[in-house]
């Protein structure tokens, strides 16, 4: 079993920055690749960044690209989601996940084992 526990959401202005948190406990955390979702109220939770288990792949959604950046320290357990530029379209509660499954299948939600509770990230316009 691995724990997975986000921090770091909030209530920001459109183009102001955060960064999330999720860190991790129970298992081995360096054996996972790491993934960030959301969802929106009405919407389906959709990928948003996934991160190979030494840091050294990437992926973004395209909705994320040139302004999220995921990151991870094993030593930590710690994945990170930097948010730059903000918009109010961001607005979605963020979840980390956590998967074993190679990088063709990272945006996929049924290929990930363990999720956190989620955080929520509130943009105003």
């Known amino acids: 079993q691995l724990v997975l526990v986000e921090s770091g959401g909030g209530l920001v202005q459109a183009g102001d920055s955060l960064r999330l948190s999720c860190t991790g406990s129970g298992r081995a955390f360096s054996d996972y690749v790491m993934g960030w979702f959301r969802q929106a109220p009405g919407k389906q939770r959709d990928f948003v960044a996934g991160?190979?288990?030494?840091?050294?792949?990437?992926m973004y959604a395209d909705s994320a690209k040139g302004r999220f950046t995921i990151s991870r320290d094993n030593d930590k357990n710690t994945v990170f989601l930097q948010m730059n530029s903000l918009k109010p379209e961001d607005t979605a509660v963020y979840y980390c996940?956590?998967?074993?499954?190679?990088?063709?299948?990272?945006?996929?939600?049924?290929?990930?084992?363990?999720w956190g509770q989620g955080t929520q990230v509130t943009v105003s316009s």
């Open positions: 991160i190979s288990w030494s840091g050294g792949s990437t």
């Open positions: 996940a956590a998967t074993e499954e190679q990088y063709a299948y990272w945006k996929r939600l049924d290929k990930y084992d363990y």
